[in-house]
């Protein structure tokens, strides 16, 4: 019989040489996948796979898609290992997009240097106003920050679709639903002439060792990390359990929001109904890819990126359907979930007593 | 073990060569034509009648042409990568088949002043950047007429997306033509906010069926409410393809977007190199707005006076939009015998006298 046994230790080599067993796994399962429909797979591979990467436009634009992927990643896994599930990323993505969109908008035609970085802050003021809600309400009140968080979303999502159609619509526009252009002085710059990949790629690397830093070395993480393991532990060692809440829904709202205000003044340039492709949503799987380590939520975010490139690019190169991209991030987190459960458990076969 | 590693080896170069001389005979032999879709090809609507158009080319052109696409591409920050990606994979033309793509078509057209852009529905232009859009409104007088004559409880339900021109253009069109032939007739309009939205299409459709309407328009993608009306055993126009798969009894016309002679002139005009930024505007005339077979429903005289007006309308003994025509506020826009001018049409953003309820954007 096979049992299941809980390892004592885990070790990190093997926290990560799974990841590595489960892309391999799923290369392989899509190349079984590919030649049953039909097509070589290595052919298919290379160009779903290896050739969107194989320009400088391809690279812009995976870390221009990665961007808001690891910034709200590193948020969700600092907020997350202290056992304070923040669902609502996206929506305080979008509070962030609409509030800095909104700074942008005010200033447009000021030509300064000020406007972006007000442009920046403003989005992440946004985001954190709306991480504050779920936060002053689960100290307050003991309410739930995942219902709270997660109903938030939508309300963000429906404000912001008030203001594209009402205040802030472009004024040549014909009605449209979304704002004019912004200005230029409001534009993050570049990081390529191709592309659209931006400094905020920079940002999200620098959360990403800033959120290591916090967790490694200061006491700080590691009250977080006690009270996300034990809240009794934690209590009986007199840290604080409501400056955890706060400290977790508030960094994740305005790194959010700072992702929001990323993604309209690097990627899209103006505010549209839709600013965002559920990046909020999807960083949560980043957060988990990267098992909770700020540092490996940049790989994961990455390859969750490539996956969504991999999808537009197998339309394009081979005309598989639009569906197949969801059935090869379907395919790769299952056996990444799959193949963790090797590192946490032993598998120990015992003959039947 | 080893074999197979050579074998792997030799599968890889030989795959590798497949691919670079692939792109080389491509490069060389063919235009390659991408079309970037907001939907999915099986809407059955408008982005199955664009595809329809792409396959027309491939069949036209034969080994002159290659042609790709994307589809669900959403009107948002992917639209830009989507389309920068299939110019950068070689594509020679590329047309967005979306209104909300027009931003990122034109930042993409920057980015790539080599590749022709085709933006559908939209206004901004550029020299590789050329728009084109149907005169649906021609379709929608026509529409107007039937539905004017055969409503039973003189309430209308008009399925609605987005409060641009275009769509607006329609709803007036529609409410013109059957009031001429029914002045009792009134509209009730829904905006669900999208292009394609089965689900809030046929809660729409139901909504106007509960508050009296026995006949459905719409300016949204997919059949679901074409549905809701043969369910209901009410009537529905279909909208951009003819939708009487979904809808056997129910529906009684449609207005048939068809892209393919455009598609076809643009591309052709492309493989000879005497392609040009330009602005097409076709109706009727052009067979780029059609109308499906007229359904059972439809009683002969019906039929007639729906002949004779799409008749005039190509003849251009009637334009749609005839004074004396006032706005929803009173005021005078068209006097006796004056007809709308294409600008003000492209820029309509009010409803005509006699609509009720106000558009989302007057506030």
């Known amino acids: 019989m096979i049992h299941f046994e809980s390892r004592a230790e885990i070790c990190w080599f093997h926290e990560w040489i799974v990841v590595a067993v489960a892309l391999a796994l799923t290369g392989l399962t899509c190349a079984v996948l590919l030649s049953v429909f039909g097509f070589d797979p290595f052919v298919s591979l290379e160009r779903i796979v290896i050739k969107p990467l194989s320009s400088t436009y391809g690279v812009s634009e995976l870390l221009a898609k990665a961007t808001p992927l690891i910034t709200i990643g590193v948020a969700l896994s600092l907020s997350f290992r202290a056992g304070i599930w923040n669902i609502g990323a996206e929506g305080q993505l979008i509070a962030g997009g609409l509030a800095g969109g909104a700074v942008a908008l005010a200033f447009y035609g000021v030509d300064s240097f000020w406007v972006l970085p007000l442009t920046l802050l403003g989005g992440s003021l946004g985001g954190l106003v709306w991480g504050a809600i779920p936060a002053f309400l689960k100290v307050r009140f003991n309410v739930n920050e995942i219902l709270v968080s997660l109903m938030l979303t939508y309300v963000a999502l429906l404000l912001l679709s008030v203001m594209v159609h009402g205040p802030l619509r472009d004024p040549d526009g014909y009605n449209f639903p979304e704002s004019r252009l912004f200005h230029d002085a409001a534009i993050l710059p570049k990081l390529f002439s191709a592309g659209r990949g931006h400094v905020g790629f920079i940002f999200s690397l620098l959360f990403a060792v800033g959120a290591t830093w916090v967790v490694k070395r200061w006491h700080l993480g590691f009250e977080m990390k006690v009270s996300g393991l034990s809240q009794r532990a934690a209590c009986f060692a007199g840290y604080d359990r409501n400056q955890t809440i706060w400290i977790s829904l508030l960094v994740g709202g305005a790194l959010s929001g700072f992702a929001g205000v990323v993604e309209v003044t690097g990627t899209i340039g103006q505010l549209v109904p839709n600013i965002s492709p559920s990046y909020g949503f999807t960083a949560i799987i980043v957060a988990f890819l990267a098992r909770l380590h700020p540092l490996a939520v940049v790989p994961a975010g990455l390859l969750v990126a490539l996956s969504y490139l991999a999808g537009e690019s197998a339309q394009l190169a081979l005309g598989i359907p639009g569906a197949a991209t969801q059935i090869f991030q379907g395919m790769l987190l299952f056996f990444l979930l799959g193949t963790s459960l090797l590192v946490n458990y032993r598998i120990r076969f015992r003959r039947r007593l | ?363």
């Open chain 2, 1 to 363: 073990m080893h074999k197979f590693m050579m074998q792997l080896r030799t599968r890889v170069i030989v795959s590798l060569v497949a691919i670079l001389s692939f792109g080389i005979v491509s490069a060389d032999a063919a235009v390659k034509a991408g079309f970037i879709y907001v939907g999915p090809v099986a809407d059955g609507g408008w982005t199955y009648e664009h595809d329809q158009g792409r396959l027309a080319i491939e069949k036209a052109y034969g080994d002159k042409v290659t042609t790709v696409f994307v589809e669900n591409v959403a009107e948002g920050p992917d639209a830009e990568r989507v389309i920068g990606q299939m110019a950068n994979d070689g594509a020679d033309i590329i047309f967005t088949t979306s209104f909300g793509f027009m931003n990122p078509t034109i930042k993409s057209a920057k980015q790539f002043p080599n590749v022709k852009f085709e933006h559908a529905t939209g206004y901004k232009k550029a020299d590789n950047v050329a728009t084109y859009s149907s005169r649906f409104y021609e379709g929608r007088h026509v529409l107007g007429l039937i539905a004017g004559k055969m409503t039973i409880t003189n309430t209308i339900g008009y399925i609605a997306s987005f409060p641009i021109p275009e769509v607006v253009r329609g709803i007036n069109a529609a409410y013109l033509a059957a009031k001429s032939v029914n002045p009792n007739v009134k509209f009730k309009v829904i905006w669900v906010s999208s292009w394609f939205d089965p689900g809030k299409e046929a809660d729409a459709a139901t909504a106007l069926i509960d508050q009296g309407a026995d006949i459905l328009m719409q300016h949204t993608d997919s059949s679901a409410p074409m549905q809701i009306a043969e369910k209901k055993g009410m009537y529905a126009f279909g909208q951009a393809s003819n939708m009487a798969a979904a809808g056997p009894t129910a529906q009684l016309t449609a207005i048939i977007d068809n892209w393919s002679p455009y598609y076809l002139e643009r591309v052709g005009a492309l493989i000879k190199g005497s392609w040009a930024s330009s602005d097409t505007w076709g109706g009727f005339d052009t067979g780029m707005v059609e109308l499906a077979p007229y359904g059972k429903a439809v009683p002969a005289d019906v039929r007639q006076l729906a002949d004779n007006a799409k008749k005039a309308i190509i003849e251009g003994r009637l334009h749609p939009f005839t004074g004396p025509i006032n706005k929803q506020d009173g005021t005078s826009w068209l006097k006796a015998g004056e007809t709308a001018d294409d600008g003000t049409l492209l820029g309509m953003g009010f409803y005509v006298e006699g609509i009720e309820g106000s558009l989302p954007s007057a506030n």
